[in-house]
């Protein structure tokens, strides 16, 4: 048996996050005496941190009330919002009044770079005495007599084969009174924890949207400081959830991505190619062209919002930010969302000294009184394009006090079979904007990965994959994927193989989400491993 090292803290946080990190300050401001680690996957903090990002920044102000004058990172001012529904060859611009009214209205936010606040975020926690980690991935939960006791972390050192090689290091154990994890987005130690504690009970199941976003560099005089763009429609077809964005940023550089929800049916999207395709509308070409990528990202968003919320409680461990579900998806923003339920954990920390009472509290918060104003926004889209923007506009006005709260279902189990869907004409074009193809994108990524290391894409019966899959679904691995990670190759015996290029993983968690067979599993690579985003 392999002897680990232990690590002894009152509270270790897993993920560096807006959460994790708001979390660990506030527990310092309040109780100095506290040892307090934060563990971080990528390799430095930052390097896997992807939002839009606008930043409704009052939560901020609370635990940090300097911030505005202190934070050095790119803080670019709200100045002006456009929303439109995109056709393919025009779009229709929603009135500013309506705007105004919803929670799309971002008088008074920031667009920012979350790659760069978290690092200053870590650099205040430091400065207040935490301990904060980069480059170590918490691979597993740690048990007490049914209770959590902490975290053990990855080996590192393996072979490809899981056997240990010259450079062998065994994960310490981190043990800690109070484990709060803040993995974001379908965190991989929350959802084992989530499964063993029946934290889903009574819930509905967790819905996502998968991200892409861009930084470009553009010519002198095109870009408009301040400006956010938000739109539906095109190249989305109606019965398919998703958006785009647009925020200008400054030196001539704009953000631009989109958002597809992982609700998709068709088994033939390819969601990658909707956000080139949208690159590629008579409104967004212009603004492009001449222009060249400085970097890319992919992540999901965890979209269920209230009625997805799992308890956030159990035995000695918390769950904060997006891993519990606190993004406001009709605001499409979740970092207020993450500092609001880190703060409201270290509270509750400060005064009870442990996980019990927690879940109740952060329901009679103000984070959760904003999640349920926007309760029923996403999932009224299930029932097309244009009732969702009706049933938006209802809710905005009335502020979510309607008296029904629409479900959430699967995302697993919405995509139809080859034989039972017809898939759309999207009037898609010939895209001539980079990047050329998936490994392409993968490139502004920054990617690292230990080719020789243990694939941390766990497929526990490949046998689907050349059988049903083939037939049912057409392996939707291949395009779900925004890294070019499955493949199915020739097996040299006449057949097909699936392939894993997992140095290609950009850490999405998209296939956890979406194989129908829901025979992919997303296990942490080696600590360090992953996408280098800059300034994303």
């Known amino acids: 048996m392999t002897e680990r090292e232990v690590m002894e803290y009152d509270v270790v946080i897993v993920g560096a996050g807006p959460a994790g990190l708001a979390c660990a300050i506030r527990l310092k401001q309040l109780k100095p005496e506290l040892s307090i680690c934060v563990l971080e996957k990528g390799s430095a903090v930052g390097a896997h941190s992807l939002s839009g990002a606008v930043l409704e920044s009052a939560a901020l102000e609370q635990l940090l009330p300097k911030w505005s004058s202190q934070y050095t990172g790119m803080k670019v001012p709200a100045a002006q919002d456009d929303v439109r529904l995109m056709t393919s060859t025009g779009s229709y611009k929603m009135p500013n009044f309506a705007v105004n009214l919803s929670p799309m209205n971002n008088h008074g936010n920031f667009i920012i770079s ?246 109740a509290r952060w329901r009679a918060s103000e984070g959760h009184r904003e999640l349920r104003a926007v309760r029923n926004f996403k999932p009224a889209f299930k029932r097309g394009l244009y009732f969702g923007m009706f049933n938006a506009g209802i809710e905005a006005l009335l502020k979510g006090r309607t008296p029904w709260t629409l479900r959430n279902s699967a995302d697993w189990s919405a995509l139809e079979k080859l034989g039972d869907y017809a898939s759309p004409d999207r009037a898609w074009v010939e895209r001539s904007l980079p990047p050329r193809d998936r490994l392409a994108s993968v490139f502004f ?26 037939t049912e679904y057409g392996n939707p691995c291949e395009r779900f994927c925004p890294a070019g990670v499955y493949e199915m190759v020739d097996d040299g015996q006449g057949g097909r193989r699936l392939q894993i290029n997992s140095a290609n993983c950009v850490h999405c968690k998209s296939c956890d989400i979406k194989d129908p067979y829901e025979n992919i599993i997303w296990t942490t690579p080696e600590g360090g491993s992953g996408p280098n985003y800059q300034n994303l």
């Open 445 to 470: 990524a920054g990617n690292v990965h230990d080719e020789s290391q243990p694939i941390h894409l766990k497929v526990p019966d490949t046998s689907i994959c050349v059988g049903r899959c083939v």
């Open 114 to 359: 979350l790659g760069q606040l978290t690092p200053w975020l870590a650099e205040q926690a430091e400065q207040a005495g935490v301990d904060v980690f980069p480059g170590f991935a918490a691979a597993e939960a740690l048990f007490d007599d049914g209770r959590v006791k902490g975290v053990r972390i990855g080996d590192m050192g393996l072979e490809r084969d899981g056997s240990p090689g010259p450079n062998y290091t065994p994960g310490v154990e981190i043990h800690a009174g109070t484990t709060v994890l803040a993995e974001g987005s379908r965190g991989s130690i929350t959802k084992q924890l989530i499964a063993k504690f029946n934290l889903r009970d009574g819930v509905d199941p967790p819905t996502f949207g998968l991200g892409f976003k861009e930084l470009w560099q553009l010519p002198a005089g095109r870009v408009q400081p301040g400006r956010i763009e938000h739109a539906f429609g095109w190249p989305l077809d109606k019965h398919t959830y998703g958006g785009s964005f647009v925020y200008h940023l400054d030196n001539d550089r704009v953000y631009v991505g989109y958002v597809v929800g992982l609700n998709y049916k068709d088994p033939r999207l390819k969601p990658f190619e909707v956000f080139q395709q949208f690159k590629h509308h008579p409104r967004i070409k212009p603004l492009l062209e001449g222009g060249e990528i400085l970097a890319a990202g992919a992540r999901t968003i965890a979209a269920g919002g209230y009625q997805s919320l799992p308890k956030l409680e159990m035995p000695g461990a918390m769950l904060i930010g997006d891993g519990a579900g606190t993004l406001n998806v009709f605001k499409i923003k979740g970092i207020h969302q993450a500092i609001r339920s880190g703060v409201c954990a270290a509270d509750h920390l400060s005064e009870h000294g442990s996980s019990t009472g927690y879940d």
